[in-house]
T-cell receptor, first 114, second 117 residues
Framework: EDKVVQSPLSLVVHEGDTVTLNCSYEVTNFRSLLWYKQEKKAPTFLFMLTSSGIEKKSGRLSSILDKKELFSILNITATQTGDSAIYLCALGVNSGGSNYKLTFGKGTLLTVNP | GAVVSQHPSRVICKSGTSVKIECRSLDFQATTMFWYRQFPKQSLMLMATSNEGSKATYEQGVEKDKFLINHASLTLSTLTVTSAHPEDSSFYIC?????????????FGNGTRLTVT
């Protein structure tokens, strides 16, 4: 059974701090690892990673994948209160035939205090 | 960017009634749509995958007769919760991708909060 484990489950920091969110996995038929940010409603896409060692960056957010050790990290530097959200890690896997599906971790609830 | 619209955003119904939730891709053709359920403080749990023009593939433990999925066109999928009970109360989210079977980020609708009284 595919597993996606995120840690920590929750985190409280002050504005300006840097945070690192972790995602480890055990899956068969790995195709991609994705990070999403979920505020009150739908998750919004952040990054998709398919290759080891290549950092993806968007503003203060960055992410990297290690396919040998089966984990990914999401870094947020100089955090702001608007970064408060649940961060979801998802694994894209083959699900039989030509299908592809995402399996989500439980998420990390990040709270950034002013 | 790709936009997925989900309707209604919130619905309250009585036990025993059926509820239909619509998911539309607004600016792309969605060959594959996914339906997820999310309980409070828990992650998104995939319920089923639907490919346009074929029957949905349900995840283990999801009753196909209870959660009817129709994906009759490339821009619309519907989830009908039949004979709803209070334990079906949850947050239902659809997502879509323009490609079938390929790596691609999913684009999510804003979700439907279902409350069954």
């Amino acid at each position: 059974e595919d597993k996606v484990v995120q840690s920590p489950l929750s985190l409280v920091v002050h504005e300006g701090d840097t945070v690192t969110l972790n995602c480890s996995y055990e899956v068969t038929n790995f195709r991609s690892l994705l990070w999403y940010k979920q505020e009150k409603k739908a998750p919004t896409f952040l990054f998709m990673l398919t290759s080891s060692g290549i950092e993806k960056k968007s503003g203060r957010l960055s992410s990297i994948l290690d396919k040998k050790e089966l984990f990914s990290i999401l870094n947020i530097t100089a955090t702001q209160t608007g970064d408060s959200a649940i961060y979801l890690c998802a694994l894209g896997v083959n699900s039989g035939g030509s299908n592809y599906k995402l399996t989500f971790g439980k998420g990390t609830l990040l709270t950034v205090n002013p | 960017g790709a936009v997925v619209s989900q309707h209604p955003s919130r619905v309250i119904c009585k036990s025993g009634t059926s509820v239909k939730i619509e998911c539309r891709s607004l600016d792309f053709q969605a060959t594959t749509m996914f339906w997820y359920r999310q309980f409070p403080k828990q992650s998104l749990m995939l319920m089923a995958t639907s490919n346009e023009g074929s029957k949905a593939t349900y995840e283990q433990g999801v009753e196909k007769d209870k959660f009817l999925i129709n994906h009759a066109s490339l821009t619309l999928s519907t989830l009908t919760v039949t004979s709803a009970h209070p334990e079906d109360s949850s947050f239902y989210i659809c997502s879509a991708t323009p490609t079938r079977g390929n790596n691609s980020p999913l684009h999510f609708g804003n979700g439907t909060r279902l409350t069954v009284t």
